[in-house]
């Protein structure tokens, strides 16, 4: 009763999943015919052997290929055979009572003498998106109307195996999951649905107005490599320029004396500033500068002017002194 109570944990090893191989390309695999009623809907393909019928279809439809009492659907009954004899192997394993309504199971390997299922079953993958579940049925296994098996924490009805010695059937509505392989037959009834596949060694498979979908595998939860934000540019751009004006910092410096090489004259004063003077490369006295064009000659004059002025008065001074 603790066990119906607070779910099964058994502490086995992690199972791997039963290899299907060619058989895992069908949603519908029988032994002797597949019959179909009403507006069923297959995901994958549709096989018999060694039996080669197959009705309602259309109005079924079939969304792979059809296989009849030919060479691939020999090889899928084969496939199933191995996938059967593998799951039914399958240790260590935990006994379950009878009905499976209302429990949650953890990863592993279950057997039941006859399933029943009436309610909800939860599956708990604790967070392992490759957990595996092996149901191994010595009986039968009947669903009730309106049951459904549900998943948490990352389980995968690709990873659910239902082993059958003898036959399953679905309940009107019920919501089943996983891969079912029945020694005899498979019931779909009204509006039963499917997650998984249907595949039957011996006897039929029966349908009615079901939908089996393909049986897809989580994604596993690693954490994303970190990269670099799309939004970040290649290259950031320098701050500082890469060159710098000569005339927004120092000024060109004055090419040393007798320097052959030429360029661009520096930024210096105006034009109409006196530059200072400075000694030239001869050792000679540095030559006055000037102020305009003609000062010099205009001081001659002036200078000769006054002079002869001067002698004159001199001269007109002393005549009037020796008059005297």
Not at 40 to 53: D, F, I, R
Not at 200 to 217: F, K, Q, S, W
Request: glycine share 10%.
């Amino acid at each position: 009763m603790s066990l119906l109570l607070f779910g099964f944990e058994p502490a086995y090893a992690a199972e791997s999943p039963v290899s299907l191989n060619t058989a895992a390309d069908f949603s519908v695999l029988a032994g002797s015919a597949v019959s179909n009623t009403g507006a069923t809907t297959l995901a994958q393909g549709l096989g018999v052997h060694p039996g080669s019928a197959a009705s309602g279809f259309p109005p079924g439809i079939v969304a792979g290929e059809i296989h009849l009492a030919d060479g691939v659907a020999l090889q899928a009954q084969s496939d199933l055979t191995a996938a059967y004899v593998d799951a039914a192997g399958r240790t260590p394993f935990t006994s379950l009572p009878a009905e499976l309504g209302g429990s949650t199971l953890a990863p592993g390997v279950y057997r039941i003498g006859a399933a029943q299922l009436t309610g909800q079953l939860t599956l708990d993958a604790q967070n392992d998106p490759a957990a595996v579940f092996i149901f191994q049925i010595s009986s039968t296994l009947i669903t009730a109307s309106n049951s459904d098996v549900v998943f948490t924490n990352g389980a995968s009805p690709c990873n659910v195996f239902w082993q059958v010695t003898s036959s399953a059937t679905l309940g009107t509505n019920s919501d089943f999951t996983g891969t079912i392989m029945a020694l005899t037959s498979i019931t779909m009834n009204t509006g039963a649905t499917l997650a998984g596949r249907a595949l039957a060694r011996n006897g039929a498979v029966t349908l009615d107005d079901n939908v089996i979908t393909e049986p897809i595998c989580a994604a596993a939860t690693t954490a994303p490599a970190t990269t670099a934000p799309a939004t970040t540019p290649a290259t950031t751009p320098a701050t500082t320029p890469a060159t710098t004006p000569a005339s927004a910092t120092t000024p060109a410096t004055t090419p040393a004396v007798g320097s052959s090489t030429a360029g661009p004259p520096a930024a210096g004063p105006p034009s109409d500033v006196t530059p200072t003077p400075t000694e030239t490369s001869s050792g000679s006295p540095p030559r006055l500068p000037t102020t305009g064009p003609g000062l010099v000659p205009a001081l001659s004059a002036t200078g000769f002017v006054l002079i002869a002025l001067g002698i004159a008065i001199v001269l007109r001074y002393r005549r009037r002194k020796i008059g005297l």
